[in-house]
């Protein structure tokens, strides 16, 4: 079955309190990416990836750090959380086709930072 | 750049009504359009796609038709259950060097009384 697999799935930490959100897909695609989602905004790109080691900022990228050292995995990194960037975060992978892309998601995390 | 525009919300109807929620997108090119579904407290889940014009997208009795001469892709479900209360979610892919990014609107919010 195609999966997106993020954890933690709720975290509540405090500021400046380095933490890493993990994202897996076993689908062998080769561009992930991170959302975040707040209310009235949608979801917003932080930062992609197109292959291991070649990674990107997407349009809301301050405050957060990404990796790519293996296919599957892109991990999403917040050296020092501040409060605002509680919101809830979406790992997505996208799968190219002759029908067109399929980006798909995982389950979301919801981060608080206190 | 890349835009989606939905309509205001939250929308609220009583069950069996008419459901329609206007999206209206700005792209250079020919884009990809999508609905996406988020119920209270879960992920996202793609409700429908058309990659081209005139293409329609349809799923579980919610339709969309891609229309490129008004930039639009209005989704529609002729009778809403209760069920269908979640937040709605319309967006781009606009392919090429961005073929893995999805641009979003700002989210409307259903919400289907008995």
């Not at chain 1, 292959?51 to 991990?75: A, H, L």
């Not at chain 2, 209360?85 to 060097?97: I, Q």
């Amino acid at each position: 079955e195609a999966q997106v697999t993020q954890n933690p799935r709720y975290l509540i930490t405090v500021t400046g309190k380095k933490l890493t959100v993990t994202c897996s897909q076993n689908m062998n695609h080769e561009y992930m990416s991170w959302y975040r989602q707040d209310p009235g905004l949608g979801l917003r790109q932080i930062y992609y990836s197109m292959n291991v080691e070649v990674t990107d900022k997407g349009d809301v990228p301050e405050g957060y750090k990404v990796s790519r050292k293996e296919k599957r995995n892109f991990p999403l990194i917040l050296e020092s959380p501040s409060p605002n960037q509680t919101s809830l975060y979406f790992c997505a992978s996208t799968s190219t086709g002759t029908t067109g892309n399929t980006i798909y998601f995982g389950e979301g995390s919801w981060l608080t930072v206190v | 750049g890349d835009s989606v525009t939905q309509m205001e919300g939250p929308v609220t109807l009583s069950e069996e009504a008419f459901l329609t929620i206007n999206c209206t997108y700005t792209a250079t090119g020919y884009p990809s359009l999508f609905w996406y579904v988020q119920y209270p407290g879960e992920g996202l889940q793609l409700l429908l796609k058309a990659t081209k014009a005139d293409d329609k997208g349809s799923n579980k009795g919610f339709e969309a038709t891609y229309r490129k001469e008004t930039t639009s892709f209005h989704l529609e479900k002729g009778s809403v259950q209760v069920s269908d209360s979640a937040v709605y979610f319309c967006a781009l892919n606009a392919g090429g060097t961005s073929y893995g990014k999805l641009t979003f609107g700002q989210g409307t919010i259903l919400t289907v009384h008995p």
